[in-house]
Structure formats: structure tokens, C-alpha cells
């Protein structure tokens, strides 16, 4: 791998602990913010009817999540991206609702406090997932940079060698 330097993750099992206890606690506020058991809005979940806002699009998220989780749990790197990915829909649908955005209505100070307590979570799971991937980077310091044995094929097959 000429020309590039792999950083392994210094302990993967510390970061793989983190990542599950934060994405429980991501779940844990997801399901606080469904309407009706933590939002003070009235309204069901059943009155969104596009595809983008509506139950379809929580449970996709939701979906990417746990497989986000389960892959972690069974120490996946895939589960690392998942996670992030996960919290960048979650990020991407607070801000707007957040802003008062979404229908029905503006959120009330309440559910704007819940939504907003997140992104603490959010941010650090970023962090976390980010540290627990081996990353390549390209114009390394070193051209002799080994990886760990369980990056060479991902590593070899994105290099097209």
C-alpha cells in the first residue's frame, strides 16, 4: 500500500463499549421524543403522511440504528458507519423540527429541550465511531505503515490491487 498510512483504532474493545452505551442512550431519548410519549405535542404518529416525515422514515432510522448496534456488538466495523449515519438522520430531522420546520406546529419548550439534549450524544458518538475505525489516509507520513489483518482485504479491495 504505497503512499498511504493506516491508523488503527489504539483499543477497539474500549471504543466498541462506548459506542453501545451511547447508542442505547440515543435510542432512549428517540423513543422520549415519539409523540405522545415524551412530545407535548397532540398529535400521532399515524397523522404524518408523506414518506419522508412519516412512520416509514422512523423506522428506517430506527433500522439503521439497531443494525448499527448489532453489527458494533458483534464487532463489525460496518456498525461503526451505520452509527454515524444514524446520528446524521437524527441530526438532520432536529434542526428543522427544532426550527419549527416540520408539521404540525413548533415544538413546545419541552420537546425543544429533549431534541436539543441529544446533541451532546450525537456529537460524542461521532467522536467515538470516528476513533474505532481504522483510518487511511492518503500522503501519509509513512510508506511503510502495516494495518491490522482484519483491514487488509477492505483496504486491498478499495485500492483496486
Avoid: H
Avoid at 18 to 46: C, H, M, N, T, W
Avoid at 49 to 77: E, K
Amino acid at each position: 500500500m504505497p503512499g498511504q498510512t493506516i491508523i488503527p483504532s489504539l483499543d477497539p474493545d474500549k471504543y466498541r463499549r462506548y459506542a453501545l452505551v451511547v447508542l442505547l442512550v440515543i435510542f432512549v431519548q428517540a423513543i422520549v421524543l415519539i409523540p405522545g410519549i415524551g412530545e407535548d405535542r397532540k398529535y400521532s404518529l399515524s397523522g404524518f403522511s408523506t414518506l419522508f416525515l412519516g412512520p416509514v422514515w422512523y423506522s428506517y432510522a430506527m433500522a439503521i440504528g439497531i443494525s448499527g448496534f448489532t453489527l458494533i456488538y458483534y464487532r463489525r466495523l460496518g456498525g461503526y458507519l451505520l452509527a454515524i449515519i444514524f446520528v446524521i438522520i437524527g441530526i438532520g430531522t432536529t434542526i428543522p423540527d427544532v426550527l419549527g420546520f416540520l408539521p404540525p406546529s413548533a415544538p413546545t419548550l419541552r420537546t425543544t429541550i429533549l431534541a436539543l439534549s441529544g446533541f451532546p450524544f450525537d456529537i460524542l458518538l461521532i467522536y467515538i465511531c470516528w476513533r474505532a475505525l481504522p483510518i487511511s489516509m492518503g500522503n501519509g507520513s509513512s510508506r511503510d505503515a502495516t494495518a491490522p489483518l482484519r483491514t487488509m482485504p477492505a483496504l486491498t479491495f478499495f485500492d483496486g490491487k
